[in-house]
Each structure stands twice: as structure tokens, then as C-alpha cells.
């Protein structure tokens, strides 16, 4: 199984990125796929995930600025994140649960400051 994230970056606050991560070796398809973030001294936390029926959860924190979505054709879940703010500074993380099994991508630091 691989999870291969781009996308991360250095980014002013108020300002946009988009997470991307391509998953190969499994049946993309039927799995629940999201993003963890973890900054500095924090535990990882749930950003977004998108089940395989499409059902969507956030975190509060980031409810009406990020936006996550999956084209199955391309094996690949997407995180649009935009008016970002200095507390979203973290590495992100891309993940798949299947079959009760997790997968976990290496991470993408993204970094929002002035």
C-alpha cells in the first residue's frame, strides 16, 4: 500500500492551499479516506475524512474553509483548505481505513505565516 501527499507549503494567513494524495494497492473504492493533521506538541487530530458513500465529516475547526472530496477513478483524495489562519500549522497527514486496517501517508508540512 502507498500513499503518496503533495501540495503542502509555506502560505500567508488568509491565503489557500490544496492537499492531494494519490493511494495505490488497495481497493480505493470501498475505503474511508481523510486527513490528520499533528502540530508541535499536539496529538493527531482529524482534519476531513470522506467515506466510501461519500459521507463527509470535519473537524469543527475547520468547518467552511476546508473542502475534502474523492475521484476513485484516480485513486486520489483531495484537501482544498482556504482563508487558513496560523493555528491550522501542521504536518498533514493522508490516511485509509479499510477492512479495519489504517494506512497512513508520510505527512506534508504545511505552514501558514506572515
Known amino acids: 500500500v502507498q500513499l503518496v501527499e503533495s501540495g503542502g507549503g509555506l502560505v500567508q494567513p488568509g491565503g489557500s492551499l490544496k492537499l492531494s494524495c494519490v493511494v495505490s494497492?488497495?481497493?480505493?473504492?470501498?475505503?474511508?479516506v481523510g486527513w490528520y493533521r499533528q502540530a508541535p506538541g499536539k496529538e493527531r487530530e482529524l482534519v476531513a475524512d470522506i467515506s466510501h458513500a461519500s459521507a463527509i465529516n470535519y473537524a469543527d475547526s475547520v468547518k467552511g474553509r476546508f473542502t475534502i472530496s474523492r475521484n476513485n477513478a484516480e485513486n486520489r483524495v483531495s484537501l482544498d483548505m482556504n482563508n487558513l489562519v496560523p493555528e491550522d500549522t501542521a504536518a498533514y497527514y493522508c490516511?485509509?481505513?479499510?477492512?479495519?486496517?489504517?494506512?497512513w501517508g508520510q505527512g506534508t508540512q504545511v505552514t501558514v505565516s506572515s
Open positions: 490516511h485509509v481505513l479499510i477492512l479495519r486496517s489504517n494506512y
Open positions: 494497492g488497495i481497493g480505493f473504492n470501498i475505503a474511508t
